[in-house]
């Protein structure tokens, strides 16, 4: 029998993610989201309005019904106060109701699809044309939106289509990703990416409150990734300044801040590498692993790979290392396969299977090595790779390895239970 600690990693991080999947869906059934399309949704949609929610029901298999109170007109004929009826549908079974009675709703609305699973769930024909739906596909709304939110969108709206593409329209857009609640300002972001010259219409004031966005105590991990995403896909110089004046300020700004720079620079090399490895804290140290370049950059990402203490950044090393050297990284990476973290031994066994015919050698010779752990994560990478010369090792290691175990796992990545190839 295979100890426990020999089993390729890859069964045991399934089996967490099973049991992580099963604990979440033992708790309270999660909401639909909402708010990431709610900016497409209100360039199309014929009324977008802030209302409260009432008598929220269902009406049948998947489709929902509630009573909306108009509060606020964004855009539309919609009048505060107006009463109107809505229809919706949960397609996911697992999901809880959209909306709590008195729930108070941002939300785009359209005129209910003329599909007969509508006309059969309302028959009646003028009933059916009196009701609304939500946009994007039920995707255009956002639950109780801030009083500055609206006002933001408000002042977006009266600015019509064309200004929206230009300053005034990407100050707003900045506005709403500093400001909003989360999922619209995720949707400001993407929005943010397709204004053309956006570096150009940026004011210093704008760019300072873009990067600014990076302090907010609400920001989580994509949102902190979008955000740095688009300063460095869409070269926004003029966040520079602001940038290296958060990053040097206390307390430590978040690495994403960090990681927008490292793009703007295109990525990190020469003494600035050497630097930041050495001294910065571990999460700087993982971007500048992500993003290392120049002659220097394979030496520093081995010596990373090798002794760093934490293990996302050895992991960020292999990987880059991979990205970089070609069948130059073979060697490095082969010391990833002794990590102690599966996640490292993982990076390393990928990398060098996808390096086909060249890494099968050193595989094999890491398998008669004298750590059990990295003889078994050669195994697996011997299993990925696409060569045949990996395929007549792995029948030699099952046939004649002295270890009993080394010769289960070789069985077992032969047979295809892990690591398919199509």
Not at 257 to 277: K, M, R, Y
Request: glycine residues 10%; charged residues 20%.
């Amino acid at each position: 029998m295979i100890p426990y600690s020999r089993v390729v990693w890859a069964v045991h991080a399934w089996v967490c993610a099973l049991l992580v999947l099963s604990g979440s869906q033992a708790g309270a059934a999660p909401r639909a989201a909402g708010g990431v399309r709610l900016l497409d949704a209100m360039d199309e949609a014929p009324a977008t309005v802030v209302a409260l929610v009432r008598a929220p029901g269902s009406v049948g298999r998947q489709a929902f019904r509630a009573e909306l109170v108009v509060e606020t007109s964004l855009r539309g004929r919609l009048e505060p106060g107006t009463r109107v009826s809505m229809a919706w549908e949960e397609l996911a079974a697992s999901r809880g109701l959209r909306f709590d009675d008195g729930e108070r709703v941002l939300l785009s609305l359209v005129a209910l699809p003329g599909a007969s699973i509508w006309r059969q769930r309302f028959p009646d024909p003028e009933e059916r044309t009196a009701l609304l739906t939500i946009a994007m596909d039920g995707d255009a709304f956002l639950r109780r939106p801030a009083l500055g939110t609206v006002l933001l969108l408000q002042h977006y709206l009266a600015l019509g289509r064309e200004a929206r593409q230009a300053g005034a329209g990407a100050g707003s857009l900045v506005d709403l990703a500093a400001q909003a609640e989360l999922p619209l300002s995720r949707a400001a972001l993407d929005r943010l990416r397709g204004v053309p010259a956006l570096n150009e219409l940026l004011g210093a004031a704008s760019a300072t409150q873009l990067v600014g966005a990076f302090r907010r105590p609400d920001a989580d991990a994509a949102f902190l990734a979008g955000l740095a995403d688009l300063i460095g896909s869409r070269s926004l110089e003029a966040t520079r300044p602001a940038l290296e004046s958060l990053l040097a300020s206390k307390p430590p700004a978040p690495a994403e801040a960090f990681e927008a720079l490292v793009l703007l620079d295109g990525g990190v090399s020469g003494p600035t590498l050497e630097q930041v490895l050495e001294e910065a804290p571990p999460a700087r140290r993982r971007v500048a692993a992500r993003h290392a370049n120049g002659p220097e950059a394979e030496a520093a990402l081995a010596r990373l790979l090798r002794s760093d203490p934490v293990p996302e950044v050895r992991l960020a090393a292999a990987e880059r290392l991979a990205e970089l050297g070609g069948e130059d990284a073979i060697k490095p990476l082969l010391l990833g396969l002794g990590d102690t973290e599966p996640s490292v031994r993982g990076a390393a066994a990928r990398w060098l299977g996808g390096l086909g015919e060249p890494a099968v050698a050193p595989l094999r010779q890491m398998v008669e090595g004298n750590d059990p752990e990295a003889a078994s994560a050669a195994v697996v990478a011997l299993g990925l790779s696409p060569a045949p010369e990996a395929r007549e090792a792995l029948v030699e290691i099952s046939n004649s390895h002295p270890d009993g175990a080394i010769r289960s796992l070789a069985e077992i990545v032969l047979s295809r239970s892990l690591g398919h190839r199509h």
